[in-house]
């Protein structure tokens, strides 16, 4: 990893990582969106459909539900880390046959940045 993305994962040591929530299920089995899913699908409805995915996704890494990930954070402030962000990579790609650099990952503005990423990975723009 380049020392700007050291640095920029440094700026701030106060982030408060969530608590680990079990109060609901745990999104342990995540299913991907179809290839079939996504062509038919407008594209507001294909950004809804990756948004959720997404979602799902970051929260298993983290160990939170669906429901208790805050999308509006970053993804290394919800605590994807280095390790994390790798598991996350890889998952991305065995499910969708693509996924951003671990860089982009670790770098994304919030949950729906990432799901921006996978659809113009996609090559449905994003």
């Not at 991907?32 to 409805?45: D, K, N, T």
Request: charge should be negative; charged fraction near 20%; glycine fraction near 8%.
């Amino acid at each position: 990893m380049d020392q700007a993305v050291l640095d920029w994962l440094n700026t701030d040591p106060d982030w408060d990582l969530p608590e680990t929530v079990t109060d609901g299920p745990l999104a342990a089995d995540v299913t991907a969106p179809s290839a079939a899913a996504l062509a038919s699908a407008s594209q507001a409805e294909r950004e809804e459909i990756m948004f959720e995915y997404a979602r799902a996704e970051v929260a298993r890494s983290v160990g939170l539900t669906p429901a208790a990930l805050d999308t509006e954070r970053t993804l290394v402030s919800v605590g994807v880390g280095s390790m994390l962000g790798c598991e996350l990579q890889y998952r991305l790609r065995d499910a969708l046959g693509v996924a951003p650099e671990l860089k982009e990952i670790l770098m994304a503005k919030d949950t729906h940045a990432l799901a921006g990423m996978l659809l113009a990975l996609l090559g449905y723009g994003g």
